[in-house]
Nanobody
């Protein structure tokens, strides 16, 4: 089992920045890659970014490319999401997720085995 705890959400004005962190514990050695997803009210959960645990391969959704940066700290078992130039449409609950194997997609929710409880990000206009 892998436990994930997100932190860093909050309220920010459009154009501002937030940094989300995800602390992983438990059987983290089994993790192949980790991702951030978000879910706005009435919408499906969507992929935001992902990073491989060892090789540093990254993936970004088109909607956040150039604004968000995902990074990892293997020594601390943490993954972060730096979010800049935030827009009201970025408002959502953000979830951290971990996958034990790569099956061809970083963006599908079905690829991930473990999920955090989520942290709210609200961007005001």
């Amino acid at each position: 089992q892998v436990q994930l705890v997100e932190s860093g959400g909050g309220l920010v004005q459009a154009g501002g920045s937030l940094r989300l962190s995800c602390a992983a514990s438990g059987r983290t050695f089994s993790t192949t890659f980790m991702g951030w997803f978000r879910q706005a009210p009435g919408k499906e959960r969507e992929s935001v970014a992902a990073i491989s645990w060892r090789g540093g391969i990254t993936y970004y959704a088109d909607s956040v490319k150039g604004r968000f940066t995902i990074s990892r700290d293997n020594a601390k078992n943490m993954v972060s999401l730096q979010m800049n130039s935030l827009k009201p449409e970025d408002t959502a609950v953000y979830y951290c997720a971990a996958a034990s194997k790569y099956s061809g997609s970083y963006s599908r929710t079905q690829e991930y085995d473990y999920w955090g409880q989520g942290t709210q990000v609200t961007v005001s206009s």
